[in-house]
């Protein structure tokens, strides 16, 4: 290396002693998410979502459970939860049976005590009719044979008269007399059928002076008998010989008689029910009638599959919640009760699980696996309830999300299944057991897979036996049918979820492990081929990545992603790999001859034939950006310098020496970035300490930090610090002290020839970000010859050493 003035590289290393000696202040402002577009996409995927889980629940009770009285249960309807309940029917009946024990209550009717006084009065004056007719009283001394003188009157033509000749002497009248009064009689009733047998004994036995008297003593009489009337007996038959009691005792029996039965012929009701005060007397009754209440226990039938359903099983549920037909009030409830899960699970999430909270993907994937559970759950719910996929959702989501978020979306759908009553509680509770073993058995290697499904289906088995004996249920047969049944139900849960990755990971972008494992497999035939074409690409690859995942490791970053990534984020080197300083072993730099323009371009294309061959070998988009984002738009600055020494730094525009973008979107690609050009810098390093590894890796990472690089992406400057820490680490157990060779007379070290083939290794497996502008001036490569650039060694130093070519 030429001599050269030592004040400007003097003042280019107290500047870069004075960056590592200086603090942040304040690290700069991290969106959540890295533009407005991909926070509405966020909140569309919440909010369709949302409203789809809200339905899937809600439609199952709108649409099914609407059961009216007479339908038919197309299903066994079974109580949902314990609950002490009114027996509607038992305590309606209660209070009937109280309301009738009520007896009626009466009032008197004046209206019709007048009218029977009336018709009284009208049958007495007919007395006067009589008399008047010619039918005479008989005489005192007749009045003893009145019945028979009045049943002689009433004889027929053919034996009256031989009667009469035998009777006229003992009635002390004549046989003419007879003739001429029975005559009177017969004129008398086919004149006026309303001439009842009782007026005529009365008009036979009250002489016609004193029939005046005879009417007011009546007249007394019927209303005594009128104010006593409620307490006569039902049976009219037995009122005559009542009202016998009120008429005068001296009265002949005869006489009393016919007078008893002229009252009681319009003797009639005259106490009528008292409708308001009955009922009201009633209704308290009823009222004082406790509620009888009602154990239900969970799983009682409330009504058997194809019966009719009653009102009292109607009744019944509605209390239970399972009819609704008051549809609004549910879905609003059933909302809000949503809302309110929803937003501790992403609490939770906000603690402990921030990059899955607010990737689309991810809660993308939550809702659709959750809203897939709730239909398939009202779907299968009452008849398959053993293949409801619980456990698969447990499964899915530990395999793309984490152990985690599955526990926290599987415990709170399992509640909503519960509560909801999709499921009875022997099966709810077996896949909930199978969900937890799938949580807690899952392994992240894909032949595991089948051994958690194995366990996932002895648990479901073994959850539904537990379940069933706490429950009393344990009658062999049907212990042994519902373990058959719950395990092979978890072996088709095991197949589904093993056989819907493929699908889920096409449909979200997102990756399983098991995916990024085989991808970086070193059979992949993309890997192969950069190992062939671009040996040293390759080596730097793999340094890259051993770097990558110790700092994902350390800040909870996807370590499997970060791994893929940065096996793959130089593969379109392989397209020019003599561009590239790792690739070239000693032969010549080609920019050495080329202009900053063209070097310019040769060095962009490794990202665009990158992403070609990404695509052309089907990567997963994940992995593709790891290509573009690694560098970002982070400056080549070896050819910017280059461009300024010719041009001068005026005439030179330093954005278009910069990577087109975009900048790392995660902590994974932003991890990945930092362990490219680490790698790079600490690989030209020649023979450094760890202070001065330490101090490169700071000068680097600031150097990115300031550049805005991560502007975008949702690393911290704490998890900065964290990722240069792991990184410092992995270099110091990758080296060891080296034993120091004096140098040649020529100046230069001596390489003995069994440390050839290592020093081609160490070149081969170094590389900067960017090309051939990472490496500094005056490295030494395994060749023995040093890179010749047209830099002075005073511009060489005042770069960046992560820049610097």
């Not at 599955?406 to 909801?420: C, P, R």
């Not at 790392?664 to 023979?687: G, N």
């Amino acid at each position: 290396m030429s001599s050269q003035n030592p004040e400007p590289a003097n003042r280019s290393q107290n500047q870069a002693n004075q960056s590592n000696e200086q603090a942040i202040a304040h690290e700069p402002h991290h969106d959540l998410f890295p533009s407005e577009r991909s926070f509405f996409n966020w909140l569309t995927v919440c909010a369709i979502g949302f409203a789809s889980l809200v339905f899937a629940l809600s439609a199952h009770h709108i649409y099914n459970n609407q059961f009216h009285v007479g339908d038919i249960a197309d299903h066994d309807l079974l109580a949902t939860h314990a609950s002490l309940i009114v027996d509607e029917a038992a305590t309606r009946k209660a209070r009937d049976d109280a309301r009738r024990a009520v007896m009626p209550i009466f009032k008197a009717n004046k209206n019709e005590d007048q009218k029977t006084q009336q018709e009284i009065s009208d049958l007495l004056n007919a007395i006067n009719k009589i008399h008047t007719a010619g039918l005479h009283s008989l005489p005192p001394k007749t009045i003893e044979f009145l019945p028979e003188y009045q049943a002689l009157l009433n004889e027929p033509d053919s034996t009256f008269p031989e009667h009469a000749r035998s009777a006229a002497h003992r009635f002390n009248t004549s046989e003419a007399e007879l003739t001429a009064q029975r005559n009177v009689l017969k004129n008398l009733i086919a004149a006026d059928n309303t001439i009842q047998p009782f007026l005529v004994t009365v008009a036979l036995a009250v002489p016609e002076a004193d029939v005046i008297r005879y009417k007011t003593t009546v007249q007394n009489a019927g209303a005594r008998i009128l104010r006593t009337l409620h307490r006569l007996p039902e049976e009219p038959s037995s009122w005559t010989e009542t009202a016998m009691e009120f008429l005068p005792e001296n009265w002949s029996q005869p006489l009393k008689l016919a007078t008893a039965q002229l009252i009681c012929s319009r003797l009639r009701p005259n106490m009528e029910v008292d409708l308001e005060a009955t009922e009201s007397k009633a209704a308290a009754n009823a009222a004082a009638v406790k509620p009888i209440m009602k154990q239900i226990t969970v799983g009682e039938l409330i009504a058997k599959k194809n019966t009719t359903i009653t009102p009292e099983t109607a009744e019944l549920l509605q209390v239970m919640g399972i009819s609704e037909n008051n549809r609004w009030p549910f879905v609003l409830g059933l909302g809000l009760s949503l809302a309110a899960a929803v937003s501790l699970v992403a609490l939770f999430l906000f603690a402990l699980e921030q990059k899955h909270l607010f990737s689309t993907a991810s809660v993308g994937m939550m809702y659709t696996v959750s809203v897939i559970v709730f239909a398939l759950s009202a779907i299968l719910g009452k008849s398959y309830p053993q293949i409801v996929p619980l456990p698969a959702a447990a499964l899915i989501l530990t395999i793309f999300l984490g152990q985690r978020v599955a526990a926290a979306v599987t415990v709170t759908l399992a509640i909503f299944l519960g509560v909801d009553g999709l499921i009875d509680i022997s099966n709810l509770v077996a896949l909930g057991t199978a969900a937890g073993a799938a949580i807690g058995f899952y392994s992240k290697k894909r032949h595991a897979l089948m051994s958690t499904g194995l366990i996932m289906a002895l648990a479901q088995g073994l959850g539904f036996v537990m379940a069933s004996v706490a429950q009393s249920n344990t009658s062999p047969t049907f212990l042994v049918k519902g373990l058959t049944y719950d395990f092979f139900g978890g072996i088709i849960l095991a197949i589904v979820s093993i056989g819907s990755l493929p699908f889920l990971e096409s449909i979200f972008g997102m990756l399983t492990p098991f995916r990024l494992a085989e991808l970086t497999d070193a059979d992949q035939p993309l890997l192969r081929k950069l190992e062939e074409n671009a040996p040293g690409t390759y080596q730097h690859s793999l340094a890259v990545a051993n770097l990558a995942e110790a700092g994902a490791r350390d800040i909870g970053a996807d370590v499997n992603l970060v791994r893929a990534g940065a096996f793959y984020h130089d593969v379109g080197k392989m397209v020019r790999p003599k561009y590239f300083i790792e690739n070239q072993l000693g032969d010549k730099n080609p920019h050495d001859s080329m202009s900053p323009e063209d070097s310019r371009e040769r060095v962009l294309a490794h990202v665009t034939d990158g992403l070609a061959l990404a695509q052309e070998y089907g990567l997963p988009k994940a992995v593709q950006d790891f290509i573009p984002m690694h560098q970002g738009t982070s400056l080549m600055a070896y050819f910017y310098h280059k461009a300024c020494l010719r041009d001068g730094a005026e005439n030179v525009d330093a954005n278009f020496y910069r990577y087109p973008g975009p900048k790392p979107q995660s902590k994974e690609t932003s991890i990945v970035m930092l362990a490219d050009v680490s790698e790079a810098v600490t690989h030209s390093m020649k023979d450094p300490s760890q202070e001065e590894v330490e101090e490169a890796m700071t000068k680097v990472f600031q150097n990115r930090w300031d550049d805005g690089q991560f502007n975008e992406s949702t690393l911290t400057y704490a998890e900065l610090q964290k990722v240069k820490k792991a990184f410092v680490h992995v270099w110091r157990t990758l080296h060891h002290e080296r034993l120091k060779y004096p140098s040649t007379t020529t100046g230069r070290m001596a390489v003995p020839p069994d440390a050839v083939s290592a020093a081609a290794a160490s070149a081969a497996a170094g590389s900067s970000s960017s090309t051939p502008e990472a490496v500094p001036v005056g490295t030494a490569q395994s060749s023995g010859t040093v890179v010749s650039t047209n830099l002075t060694e005073k511009e060489s130093e005042s770069q960046p050493p992560d820049q610097c070519c």
